[in-house]
């Protein structure tokens, strides 16, 4: 058997198995790099190849900015902003924000990134302006298929793309140069979802929504009674306190006021150094006219925390966090003592308050029992660190509440100007993509923004063994003559019809396989057809890789297209048919773009 029906076979097997969804996507993959070295089309070197790609690199660097900028809170600030701008009036205003924050977002992170990061914003601004889940999601999916074509990094597929124009001798897709067909495309995806969604839409909730942290910190501090009797005080120049050991803080002489925690002024975090210095702070509960007395007596800055947005400044903020845990059953920490102001055995975490069954157990000691909660508040990097612990059941993960509830948190600032640096060096191409990548990632981890082991859970490994496991396939299509032999019979089924005809039938095999199986993955087996046919006909291949990369995207009919489509499935109660009513007018735009406006941009 000659290697190109040997290749024929393998597409078809590792079609079948996308399609049959059955076996991890991974493990499909990785087979189909075997199956090549397996009957001799490859060595065992050009089969495992793909891993080590420049662009499989820089698909795994895209995932660690798109983490390092949700984690920040730069993705809960702009899902902020959005609610704050809509407006509850305007269906229009909402749609047009909602997707050009979208499209904005997966231009600089990925589709996944930016609609994982938006979709609880999405589910509760419907919430709140009173409107189905269902006429908002899918919207926002689909813009964030739009948005991917508007810069280089919206997509694997756009790198790809990219790739396959420079291995092609014309040079790579330049940064924005998606820019020129994505803009049509999202305007046009808009207009559609404005004019015609309400009435192809279903109007419904599903019955899995995403939790709403937004108001996580209000919560708690109303919770657990904190915003009568809670008080900050800041430790002054002038104090007798400045420059004393910890020890020195004695309130023997304020009946019914008791030390919660002594904080470090810069970070909040519990105090770990032995001498009180100027800036720290001292929280505390108990009377406000005790609390007044030794603010006077001993030169503190005191500000009564009177308030629940007071409360959460003091206790939840950019620095430091609060988190409820519980005690499980057989948890070794049953029958230890526990009490409000205590600093847990690791040194950065203190006891704000103690509950059982509901209720405060007040400032004494308190023989933890199965069931009891405990209010902990420390700095976000201790909270992550130290609440892994397995002999208690975390509430709420704080990492989940932080990029909700902390808009622009810590490393915010670090983590745009290292987005924009690695956009600087993308349009300017001073450095190849995959180098801004990995300068990027690295910048991220030395500013501290993601730690490695962050950074390893950041990366969507699922495809990134995708993209490095099926390259070696494309690599067989060329060397074989599978490509070409599949592109001649296009070109032949084209005939005269032209290179018109050419895109509209290179636009079909990509998007009726893109609604089957990874988008990625087809574009994987269909450039070099694409590449192939273009050289066959004559003309350039940059119109025709251009085409399929609007083709890929246009993953909309059904829910199994895209891991995105699936995300909001639950949360909009959608059903499987719903996608196709909005979906189908969406292809429609995309074929147009893709036949007749990208000739117009990138000349045959």
């Known amino acids: 058997m000659s290697d190109i029906w040997i290749i024929a076979a393998i597409i078809s097997v590792t079609i079948v198995l996308f399609v049959w969804n059955r076996l991890p996507v991974v493990l499909v993959a990785m087979g189909t ?9 490859l060595t065992l070197n050009e089969a495992l190849a793909g891993y080590g790609d420049p662009a499989v690199l820089f698909i795994a660097s ?40 979208v499209a904005f977002l997966t231009a600089l992170i990925s589709v996944n990134g930016a609609v994982a990061a938006l979709l609880p914003v999405v589910v509760v601004m419907a919430v709140r302006l009173k409107r189905a889940p269902s006429q908002l999601l899918m919207p926002l999916v689909f813009s964030a298929h739009a948005g991917s074509l508007l810069a280089l990094t919206g997509t694997p597929v756009n790198v790809l793309v990219s790739n396959a124009a420079l291995e092609a001798g014309l040079g790579r897709f330049g940064f ?47 919770q657990y009674g904190l915003t009568a009797d809670t008080f900050r005080l800041r430790i002054r120049r002038t104090s007798p306190y400045a420059g004393e050991r910890a020890e020195a803080v ?61 409360v959460e400044e003091t206790l939840f903020n950019r620095q430091s966090g609060l988190a409820e845990v519980m005690i499980p059953p057989r948890s070794a920490m049953i029958g230890l003592r ?36 405990l209010l902990l508040q420390g700095t976000w990097k201790a909270l992550d660190l130290h609440l892994t612990d397995p002999e208690v059941l975390v509430v709420n993960s704080p990492e989940v509440v932080r990029r909700q509830a902390v808009p622009l948190g810590q490393g915010a600032k670090q983590a745009l100007i290292i987005l924009g640096a690695m956009v600087f060096l993308l ?12 300068l990027a990632g690295f910048a991220l981890i030395l500013s501290g923004v993601l730690t490695v082991e962050q950074s390893y859970r950041a990366v969507d490994w699922t495809t990134v063994i995708l993209v490095g496991a099926m390259m070696p396939l494309s690599a067989a299509m060329e060397q074989s003559g599978a490509a070409r032999l599949m592109a001649e019979g296009l070109v032949a089924v084209v005939g005269d019809a032209g290179p018109y005809a050419l895109l509209a039938g290179l636009f079909l095999l990509t998007a009726i396989l893109g609604q089957l199986i990874s988008n990625t993955a087809t574009a994987l087996i269909v450039i070099p057809i694409s590449v192939a046919a273009a050289t066959g006909m004559g003309v350039s291949p940059l119109p025709v890789l251009m085409s399929v990369g609007v083709a890929a995207a246009a993953a909309f009919l059904t829910p199994i297209a895209t891991p995105t489509n699936l995300m909001v499935m639950g949360p909009g109660g959608y059903a499987f048919g719903d996608y196709w009513k909005l979906g189908l007018p969406l292809m429609i735009w995309f074929f147009v773009v ?10 045959f």
């Open 250 to 310: 004695d309130l023997s002489a304020y009946p019914g006021l008791r030390l919660m925690a002594l904080q470090q002024g810069e970070t909040g975090a519990p105090l770990q150094r032995a001498v009180l210095l100027e800036g720290d702070h001292m929280l505390l509960r108990g009377d406000a006219d005790a609390a007044a007395r030794l603010a006077a007596d001993m030169h503190l800055a005191f500000r009564q925390e009177d308030a629940a947005g007071d």
């Open 427 to 438: 349009a300017t191409g001073l450095v190849p993509a995959a180098v801004a990548g990995l």
């Open 594 to 603: 893709s036949v007749f406006l990208v000739p117009l941009i990138w000349r």
């Open 176 to 222: 924005f140069e998606f820019t020129l067909v994505g803009v049509p495309l999202l305007l046009g995806t808009m207009a559609i979802i404005i004019l015609f969604g309400q009435f192809l839409l279903p109007t419904r909730g599903g019955p899995s929504m995403p939790a709403d942290f937004s108001q996580h910190a209000r919560t708690l501090v109303e």
């Open 33 to 41: 790099g075997l199956s090549l070295w397996a009957t001799g089309v």
């Open 62 to 101: 895209l995932f660690l900015v798109s983490a390092a900028l949700e984690r920040t809170g730069v993705t809960a600030w702009a899902g902020q902003q959005l609610i704050a701008r809509a407006g509850a009036e305007s269906r229009a205003r909402l749609l047009a924000l909602t997707s050009l924050l």
């Open 338 to 373: 526990a009490f409000p102001g205590m600093i847990t055995q690791s040194g950065d975490l203190i006891v704000i308050a103690v509950q059982r069954g509901g209720s405060d157990t007040g400032p004494q000691e308190t023989i933890l029992e199965a069931g009891d909660t």
